[in-house]
């Protein structure tokens, strides 16, 4: 992995919004995509987990895990949506062990944002992203996945594993709660 | 009027995001993990012995599997993009090292001679992006007339940094006011310059009117055109995209794009890309599609100023991504003011006031070289250094 990554930055590439080229190979491409798509889909894991750590170590296993499986893919064309879905799934599991950790230990739940993070986000930002937290995990990753990455139903489904038609109810649910709970804030 | 809920939620989301700057990702070699997340406190305690060992076991295996497949040597990330730096600071103009800020070598200029310059040096510096040919003017003011000369040089340095041509007057000498940005196109045949001010009169009569000038030179013919504002400012950061026709440009704080094709002998025919936005210093990307603009955000009491570099698409003017935010707690107001891409535009030079020359490359920031301390008898920033790649 690290080899394809350092190959890929020591050639004149291709500018990085254009596709991989056609004859590119599996670790071209998955070097290309880390190279252009790793902040985004970082940014992505932050905005689901809360913190960059976590947030950088799911994309670095959703990377990982495309350039294990990479032989295996059936549509070499739609890596993009298979590493956003894998990224979605990582972060499942990190709130799975969160919440694993704190039935073991007992320990309370631990703020969502660093308190410099927080701070730098504002009051307004803060209000909206606290009724976002509230939200069940499916619709908050759904309305993540359709107000930050601007994907479309089509795309959030294929993201998320379910129809359109669920995300479709699902945001319409999840901008209403968030409509209550924002107005009775204020 | 309340924004709608979608448009509060994008706000939200890119605003946290943004938290994430490219600079403050780790580095992408940087592949092992220092610790799983899970295997903390009590639950570390609880994992069964047989587990345990099955780990040490998978994890010899791979790490000999690792070890037969990666290659050999220092797991240094490599900086590619262009070789040398052409660096303009307190020691005069030196050749750097692009990966390290090492000085090559030293630029030969003719001593500078008697009078007045701004630091370092009067020195302004362009480079065609690829490391190897660099453009110098330097204005000196006679202190007794007030009256300023620039110089252009052209530089051209070999495969080991040592300067392989020193060419002096590659345009005429300008006589008047003082040059105050430099700018070269990626094929070397377009130069750009701005000067402040203009010179208004003749002979005896010649004074200093407000406004200022941009003089773009088409170097294989020696044919000029002039564009003129009156704006009482400085036409600063000068940048070409690759089409040798759009030219970046900051003016009035504003970020423009010009059209050096188009009629008109005024700045009002550029056109600003990100209005409101008060701009320190700007880039046109070697596309012309987007422009990098270096700007401040004053506190608002609770929070730090923080001075930001942010990604502009010079077609309609949406804010695309922010490069990278400082925060910024100090005395004095911290800026961005330097930004260079270099002929590829994957590399990026920058400094701030308080910045060092860095570069930036696939989000990895890399310091090269660092500001001399502040004269302790004059408030303000460090020295500036210009530089150009």
Redesign the interface.
Known sequence: ???A??RA??Q??P??HEGPPAEATGEDVVAEL??TQ??SL???A??LVGD?E????VV?DAF?ALHRRWSRLTDHDRVLPYLRASVVNGCRM?HR?RS??RR??GDRQTPFWSAE?A????E??RE??KA?RALPRRQREA??LR??LDLSEAEIAETMGISRGTVKSTVFRA?KA??VK?EGNR | MRPSLEDQLRDAFTAAAEQVGPETLRPAEEAVRAKPGFLTRRFALAVPLAAALVVVVIGTVTAMVIGATTPAGPAAYSLTGPPFLLVADGDGVTVREARTGKVASRVGLPPVPEGSFREPGGYLLAGAGDGETFYIAQSVTSRGTQVSSTRFYRARVDERGRPAELVRDVIPQVIGTTASSLSVTGDGTRLAYSLDGKVCGQGTTVRFCPGAQLTVVDLPTGTTRTWTTNAAAQIESLSWAADRRLLGLVVRSEARVLDTTAPGATLAISRVVAPGEEATTSAISPDGRSMLIGHTQLSDGRQPHRYIIDEYSVTDGRKIRTLLSRGSDGDVMARWDLIRYDGTGRHLLVAGNFDPLSRLDDGRVTSLIHHGSPDPKLLGSPPEIRAAW
């Not at chain 1, 976590?54 to 170590?57: F, L, M, P």
């Not at chain 1, 701070?119 to 504002?122: E, K």
């Open positions: 992995m690290r080899f990554i350092e930055v020591q004149s590439a500018p990085p880390f190279l790793r902040l970082v940014r992505l932050f905005l960059q976590t947030a950088e170590d670095q990982a990190v062990r694993i950790m073991i230990t993070a701070a730098l986000l504002g307004t930002r909206v992203f976002v309305v993540v107000y930050y901008l968030l409509t924002l």
